[in-house]
């Protein structure tokens, strides 16, 4: 579970905007990992503070791996893939390896939508996690789940 939340970090943070990936991955990563904490352990408080712990750690570690480049190909994948192909890439500087695998496009609150299952093998873990991107005005997609 962990590490699909710190993957949906990683996600998240390429279509970010000021801070560094690093500092978005972090902190998202750790408001994620406090939350899936205090939901799942036995002792709210300190499942909390483990989970924030983690998810701060993990959220940094991936928002360093992803970079712009990654950010191009997902972006180009949710515009341009069709519905259940699969994009797959390689970033030449980190070596992480991505496949992303588009869901139909659908409209919700006048915009379009499209589910994404992205799988990740950074540092020699695989990860896969099921994220919603939706289309902005300028063709650019912004990751909300």
């Not at 480049?69 to 992480?96: C, F, H, I, K």
């Not at 139909?104 to 919603?132: C, F, I, Q, S, W």
């Not at 902005?136 to 990751?143: C, Q, R």
Request: neutral net charge; proline residues 3%; charged residues 20%.
């Amino acid at each position: 579970m962990m590490k699909k939340m710190v993957l949906i970090v990683t996600m998240l943070v390429f279509l970010a905007g000021c801070a560094s990936k690093a500092q978005q991955g972090a902190s998202t990563g750790a408001l994620l990992g406090a939350t899936v904490g205090a939901l799942t352990a036995g002792n709210k408080v300190q499942g909390a503070a483990i989970g924030a712990g983690l998810g701060l750690l993990l959220g940094y570690v991936i928002g360093n791996e992803w970079d712009k480049y990654d950010s191009q190909r997902m972006s180009n994948t949710l515009e341009t893939v069709p519905s259940g192909s699969t994009s797959t890439w390689r970033n030449p500087d980190t070596g992480a390896y991505y496949e992303a695998t588009p869901k139909p496009a659908y409209y919700e609150d006048n915009r379009v939508y499209r589910d994404v299952e992205l799988k990740a093998v950074v540092d020699g873990k695989d990860e896969t996690v099921h994220a919603k991107a939706y289309r902005n005005p300028d063709g650019s997609w912004t990751l909300v789940q």
